[in-house]
């Protein structure tokens, strides 16, 4: 979700992107308890009246983050099943993107829509849809490279669910560096797949990571 600044003048009464950011940010902070008309414009500095130039109530604000989410996380990671790749290897790889780019899948609203689903039916299904498309998706990427579809979905179903955990146990995103999780992906993608990636396959995933410059002691491990 692009960052809109905000440039108050007279009368104004922001735009539907600014009270969407608005109520994201909420939800990622405080919870979907948090994502109410009165806090979110006492947070842009606008009134409640703002608000219902933009949506027609609460419910319409709440629809469209969960938009937002189904967008970016089950459509990118649907997208990206389907990338080319010349191996099932590769194509984990380009998988594994998912999980480094808030941008492609965002991990923290993935956190928080998750735990808004224990509190709201309709949500709940809808995240349960979401699951099975996903597996659904890394199922028939593994069926492209000619597994077995048992063992394709099991195969599936492992990649989504170590992600999930891993996610459900960061709330605020990786706490680690980025170096040493880049060490441990062609391992992971060699236990997902049971075929060892090439040191080319690695070399296109490793590019597209480029670690931060350090200097001095700093530097990345050996």
């Given at each position: ?5 905000i ?13 969407i950011r ?7 902070e405080?919870g ?12 842009l500095?606008?009134?409640?009246t ?8 609460r419910?319409e604000l ?19 099943t389907?990338?080319?790749?010349e ?8 998988l ?20 808004w ?5 309709s ?8 699951d ?9 990427m593994?069926e ?21 955990g891993?996610i459900?146990?960061?709330?605020d ?6 170096a040493p ?6 391992y ?7 075929q060892?990636?090439?040191e080319?396959?690695i070399?296109?995933f490793?590019?597209?990571h480029?670690l931060?410059?350090?200097?001095g002691?700093?530097g990345?491990?050996?």
């Amino acid at each position: 979700m692009t960052d809109a600044l905000i440039d108050k003048t007279s009368g104004w009464r922001g735009t539907r992107e600014i009270w969407i950011r608005a109520a994201y940010e909420a939800l990622l902070e405080n919870g979907i308890d948090a994502v109410k008309v009165m806090p979110l414009a006492d947070r842009l500095g606008l009134s409640r009246t703002s608000f219902y130039g933009h949506f027609s109530d609460r419910k319409e604000l709440l629809n469209a983050l969960v938009t937002h989410w189904q967008a970016r996380n089950t459509g990118n990671l649907v997208r990206r099943t389907e990338d080319y790749a010349e191996t099932i290897s590769e194509a984990v790889l380009n998988l594994f993107d998912l999980w480094l780019r808030p941008d492609l899948f965002d991990s923290r609203l993935e956190f928080a829509v998750r735990n808004w689903a224990h509190t709201d039916e309709s949500l709940a299904g809808m995240l349960e849809e979401a699951d099975r498309v996903r597996i659904e998706a890394l199922q028939a990427m593994f069926e492209r490279f000619a597994y077995d579809p048992n063992y394709a979905n099991i195969r599936a179903s492992t990649i989504y669910q170590t992600q999930i955990g891993y996610i459900s146990m960061k709330k605020d995103g990786p706490d680690e560096p980025l170096a040493p999780r880049l060490r441990r992906m062609p391992y992971y993608a060699e236990i997902f797949t049971g075929q060892k990636a090439t040191e080319a396959e690695i070399a296109r995933f490793l590019a597209r990571h480029p670690l931060p410059k350090m200097t001095g002691s700093q530097g990345v491990d050996p």
